[in-house]
């Protein structure tokens, strides 16, 4: 089975700072999407940024940032300027075809 | 828009129970899938469809069925519920190609 690697089960971060949470992957495509989505305690899931696999650039979408190195199949999410509003658990996802597969999550606490 | 909506929101049940979960999507997607999010596993793919009259088979399809008779609606069955079907279920959709788009989740407790 494909599969998507989240290494770090829980972080904590002082309001402010910047965390980095990883992501592995495995995938014998070519051409795929990577996905961070953002589940806090109301359980919906929410999209921070998408990354399309033929694009070298970085994605970016405000104080989130991916470093995608398409070569060691890794997908890394930056906040930046961390905020109370941030503590939520974080998913990296990997489209197969039209599917996605999710890694096991990161569980993200900002500390006031 | 609504989006994709789940009903219901909550629900118990007895082993060996029947229930069905619908979802509806406003946004004329294609694509429409069922998870089921467990502690410590992520989302787990049950099934999902490309579209109308079609399904198919996911990571985790046994014990349950589905149906998408229209394009808007994905409904999930479960004939004979069992414990290990306790879990929350989120219904999804979206466009080839683009990020997918999620209901609120159906927290489902049997006992």
């Known amino acids: 089975a494909q599969t998507v690697t989240q290494s770090q089960p829980e972080m904590s971060v002082q309001e402010a700072e910047t965390v980095t949470l990883s992501c592995t992957y495995d995938?014998?495509?070519?051409?795929?999407?990577l996905f961070w989505y953002k589940q806090p305690p109301s359980r919906q899931m929410i999209l921070v940024i998408r990354q399309e696999a033929y694009k070298q650039q970085n994605a970016t979408e405000n104080r989130f940032s991916v470093n995608f190195q398409k070569a060691a199949k890794s997908f890394s999410l930056k906040i930046s300027d961390s905020q109370l509003g941030d503590t939520a658990m974080y998913f990296c996802?990997?489209?197969?075809?039209?599917?996605?597969?999710f890694g096991a999550g990161t569980t993200v606490t900002v500390r006031a | 828009n609504a989006g994709v909506t789940q009903t219901p929101k909550f629900r118990v049940l007895k082993t060996g129970q029947s229930m069905t979960l619908l979802c509806a999507q406003d946004?004329?997607?294609?694509?429409m899938y069922w998870y089921r999010q467990d502690p410590g596993m992520g989302l787990r793919l049950i099934h999902y469809s490309v579209g109308e009259g079609t399904t198919a088979k996911g990571e985790v399809p046994d014990g349950y069925n589905v149906s998408r008779l229209k394009k808007q609606n994905f409904l999930l069955g479960l004939e004979s519920a069992a414990p290990s079907q306790t879990s929350v279920y989120f219904c999804?959709?979206?466009?080839?190609?683009?990020?997918?788009?999620f209901g609120p989740g159906t927290r489902l407790t049997v006992l």
């Open positions: 946004m004329n997607h294609e694509y």
């Open positions: 996802a990997r489209s197969n075809d039209y599917k996605l597969s």
């Open positions: 995938t014998s495509e070519s051409n795929y999407y």
């Open positions: 999804a959709s979206n466009r080839a190609g683009y990020e997918q788009f």
